[in-house]
Nanobody
Framework: QVQLVESGGGLVQPGGSLRLSCAASGNIFSTTAMGWYRQAPRKERELVASITSNEITYYPDSVKGRFTISRDNAKNTLYLQMNSLKPEDTAVYYC??????????WGQGTQVTVSS
């Protein structure tokens, strides 16, 4: 079973940047659409970025222009570059398939805290 391991989170001031990584134990990124999700306290998990197998990306308005998703198929790793971070970006960030019917087991996520 493929395992997903997120890393790269931390505490950053408003306006700062972070780069998240998601490492998979198997080669899945090259053949499927993958996404980054986040879940803030008392809120539902939401998709914040996705990338298809042919590099088509999607971002909701809340992060468009600030977040960039990319992947390295050779390293089985998905990335999320986050710039101009805001306090409302504070959440635990996860990666997974975009298609809910193909969800892998959720990893532990990586905490992002934006605060001065």
């Amino acid at each position: 079973q493929v395992q997903l391991v997120e890393s790269g989170g931390g505490l950053v001031q408003p306006g700062g940047s972070l780069r998240l990584s998601c490492a998979a134990s198997g080669n899945i990124f090259s053949t499927t659409a993958m996404g980054w999700y986040r879940q803030a306290p008392r809120k539902e998990r939401e998709l914040v970025a996705s990338i298809t197998s042919n590099e088509i990306t999607y971002y909701p308005d809340s992060v468009k222009g600030r977040f960039t998703i990319s992947r390295d198929n050779a390293k089985n790793t998905l990335y999320l570059q986050m710039n101009s971070l805001k306090p409302e970006d504070t959440a635990v960030y996860y990666c997974n398939e975009v298609n809910p019917l193909k969800f892998r087991a959720w990893g532990q996520g990586t905490q992002v805290t934006v605060s001065s």
